[in-house]
């Protein structure tokens, strides 16, 4: 699939939304991010699945145009951009949106053209679904490091380099000792990247279909070679 890259799933949703209303929409995305109403996102904090999420706002009039001879598309609507990186399923990460900050969600798609509101969930998929861009590539330079992979490695580097400084000059008991007590604090940092288990046993069984129907092909074009050979012989 295009939209995956190791344990990592792309997501963009494009939805159209009032030219006037997209103006106020900006003045929000402003107000979220001020104290006094930065508690309606506080639930992302929770959402360790998240690399990457931004949103934006584009007028019919700004879009790019390669050079002058393209010609300026006609909209009637300003466009609302999301753009985000995770890992897990594409209904994992829909729902833990839906669960953790339903509120925020609201307010970031507040007047959306056809928002259904982020709960209950099934019109709230309808949506994404009906609004999902796939992507047509998508590259990671670390596609088996989830999000807490990469916040691990940070913390097991920064234990190391303070170990190797504390203990350059210790007695190999010490140290021993030291080091024991290293690995004890580092247990849940440690760990081997791999591709993620299973997320979804319905596209599971599909795979694992392609594959038994693919050997069986194979199986098929082997046992009518010797018929053909023979056929080949007789004449």
């Not at 344990?7 to 949703?13: D, S, T």
């Not at 959306?112 to 709230?124: D, I, L, R, S």
């Not at 849940?188 to 795979?207: C, G, H, K, R, Y």
Request: charged residues 20%.
């Amino acid at each position: 699939m295009p939209n995956i890259a190791g344990k990592a799933f792309a997501m963009n949703l494009i939805t159209p939304i009032e030219r006037w209303q997209a103006a106020f929409n900006k003045i929000q995305f402003w107000a979220i991010r001020q104290p006094i109403l930065s508690f309606s996102l506080r639930g992302l904090v929770t959402l360790s699945m998240i690399h990457y999420a931004r949103w934006a706002i584009v007028q019919p009039t700004e879009w790019p145009r390669l050079d002058e001879s393209q010609p300026k598309e006609k909209l009637h609507y300003a466009y609302q951009l999301f753009f985000s990186n995770f890992n897990g399923s594409w209904a994992q990460y829909v729902d833990s949106f839906s669960v953790a900050i339903p509120s925020g969600l609201n307010l970031l798609w507040f007047r959306n053209v056809g928002w259904p509101k982020a709960v209950p969930e099934q019109p709230f998929h309808r949506y994404v679904e009906h609004n999902e861009v796939w992507t047509s590539h998508y590259y990671s330079a670390y596609p088996m490091a989830a999000s807490n992979d990469v916040k691990s490695a940070q913390r097991v580097k920064q234990a190391l380099t303070s170990f190797a400084s504390r203990t350059k000059d210790m007695e190999a008991a010490a140290f021993e000792q030291a080091y024991n007590e290293l690995l004890n604090e580092l247990q849940a940092d440690l760990s081997q990247m791999a591709p993620t288990p299973i997320v979804s046993l319905a596209n599971a069984a599909v795979e694992e279909r392609m594959r038994q129907d693919a050997e069986a092909g194979d199986e098929q074009d082997s046992g009518r070679a010797p018929a053909m050979m023979g056929g080949s012989h007789a004449e």
